[in-house]
């Protein structure tokens, strides 16, 4: 199993930005799929966006229709020779207070890594999360 641990949650003003980091380790297949969650208090968790990849296959970033309101303000990223994958966020508002959380896995195939971030389910590997809160 992975293990997962997220970084980088603080009390931000509205408009701020911030940038979470998701280290991941344990890897023992060649490929990997990685998503961001949050879940807002009284919410039901949801996806925000995912990368996917392999040793030897360039990463892809996929990020789902919802939340609608995170479209434009967000940028997943991957620092292979850290095994960090970060979460760029922009211009936040009160919405985006939650708790994030990072999901890994890993599998034998490019399509079930796919499979796992344009579904944003599958996850075996989760952290405790890292709290957001946006507030003036």
């Known amino acids: 199993q992975l293990q997962v641990v997220e970084s980088g949650g603080n009390l931000v003003q509205p408009g701020g930005s911030l940038r979470l980091s998701c280290a991941v380790s344990?890897?023992?297949?060649?490929?990997?799929?990685i998503g961001w969650f949050r879940q807002a208090s009284g919410k039901e968790r949801e996806g925000v966006s995912c990368?996917?990849?392999?040793?030897?296959?360039?990463?892809?970033?996929?990020?789902?229709d919802s939340p609608d309101s995170m479209k434009g303000r967000i940028t997943i990223s991957r620092d292979n020779a850290k095994n960090i994958v970060y979460l760029q966020m922009d211009n936040l508002n009160l919405e985006d207070t939650a708790v994030y959380y990072c999901a890994a896995d890993e599998s034998i195939s490019i399509s079930t890594a796919k499979a796992m971030c344009w579904m944003m389910r599958g996850f075996g590997s989760w952290g405790r999360g890292t709290q957001v809160t946006v507030s003036s």
């Open positions: 990368i996917f990849g392999g040793n030897e296959t360039d990463a892809r970033t996929y990020y789902p």
């Open positions: 344990g890897f023992t297949q060649d490929y990997y799929a």
